[in-house]
Nanobody, 117 residues
């Protein structure tokens, strides 16, 4: 059974930092794309970042380039999203997802990130 469990969300002031973690089980970790998506109230879910460890591939949405960093610890089957210089518009529920070529097939339950101005 594929499982993805997010942690690390919370409330932070604008300009601050948070690190999200996604623990993964049930499949070969580094063969799949593990990505972060977010959904703000009243908005569509959007892709934020993705990593495919076996291909040394990363993707970032334009809105987070230079501020967010995705990384993977294969030994721990965990993907991280380091979020720096946070803005109020980064406020959303952040979801971890896994799938081939960063096309998500399995989702975590989500973690709330709130950035106050």
């Amino acid at each position: 059974e594929v499982q993805l469990v997010e942690s690390g969300g919370g409330l932070v002031q604008a300009g601050g930092s948070l690190r999200l973690s996604c623990g993964v089980s049930g499949f070969i970790f580094d063969d799949y794309g593990i990505g972060w998506f977010r959904q703000a109230p009243g908005k569509d879910r959007e892709g934020v970042a993705c990593i495919i460890s076996s291909e040394d591939y990363t993707y970032y949405a334009d809105s987070v380039k230079g501020r967010f960093t995705i990384s993977a610890d294969n030994a721990k089957n965990t993907v991280y999203l380091q979020m720096n210089s946070l803005k109020p518009e980064d406020t959303a529920v952040y979801y971890c997802a896994a799938g081939s070529n960063c096309v998500p097939n399995n989702w975590g339950q989500g973690t709330q990130v709130t950035v106050s101005s």
